[in-house]
């Protein structure tokens, strides 16, 4: 399988707790992006990524989010502390120059 | 950031009816717009897209209707089938870069 590919598909954590998930973003693809979906809403930019260098960040990501992704090829985003309202689907796109974004299965986030 | 907005919320077709989803957008420098298909559990599929030099484009059953004065495009669904149901988001880009994507709309095709 060629397409996104994420890790973990499902993650339920306590309150407080640290969660990191992974994206695997389709070969040669510069652009990667991680959005968040809250249920029966669309897909909420969060940040993006041009090969390994961090372009934008959306006013959604609080100082509890980090993205990284080194060497420009996966990517990490790791949640701090987490709350009951990060309860949320996390979505990783990747995407060539000026093209249309492909998304991962995403990873479904529960904390408890 | 409402920047485009779509409607129905939900949607209820006969088997080989019409589906038609309608969506509008703010940003003029927008110049690219994807719909995308999504099912329970899944993530968004890219069903098909278009740009603003273009007042329509047709994939199969699948039509988009682009209106660039009213900022204003369509999805229609020919000959709706029950495997069409799935949520369908629009979406809107400059460049490929950073979609906005709208609150999406719950089609159902009963059988």
């Known amino acids: 399988d060629t397409g996104v590919s994420q890790d973990p598909r499902h993650k339920i954590t306590k309150r407080g707790q640290n969660v990191t998930f992974r994206c695997d973003p389709i070969?040669?693809?510069?652009?990667l992006y991680w959005y968040r979906q809250t249920l029966g809403q669309g897909p909420e930019f969060l940040t993006y990524?041009?090969?390994?260098?961090?372009?934008?960040k959306s006013r959604l990501l609080s100082d509890r989010f980090s993205a990284e992704r080194p060497k420009g090829s996966f990517s990490t985003l790791e949640i701090q502390r987490t709350e009951q309202g990060d309860s949320a689907m996390y979505l990783c796109?990747?995407?060539?120059?000026?093209?249309?974004?492909?998304f991962g299965q995403g990873t479904r986030l529960t904390v408890v | 950031q409402q920047q485009v907005k779509q409607s129905p919320q939900s949607l209820i077709v006969q088997k080989g009816g019409i589906s038609i989803i309608n969506c509008a957008y703010e940003?003029?420098?927008?110049?690219?717009f994807p719909w995308y298909q999504q099912f329970p559990g899944k993530g968004p599929a890219l069903l098909i897209a278009i740009r603003p030099d273009v007042s329509e484009k047709k994939e199969g059953r699948f039509t988009i209707s682009f209106n660039k004065s009213a900022k204003q495009f369509s999805l229609h669904i020919m000959d709706s089938q029950p495997g069409d149901s799935a949520t369908y988001f629009c979406?809107?880009?400059?460049?490929?870069?950073?979609?906005?994507f709208g609150a999406g709309t719950r089609l159902f095709v009963k059988a």
């Open positions: 796109a990747s995407s060539p120059f000026g093209s249309e974004a492909f």
């Open positions: 070969s040669e693809h510069n652009r």
């Open positions: 940003n003029t420098a927008f110049d690219y």
């Open positions: 990524f041009q090969n390994e260098a961090q372009l934008e």
């Open positions: 979406a809107a880009s400059k460049e490929g870069f950073k979609t906005i």
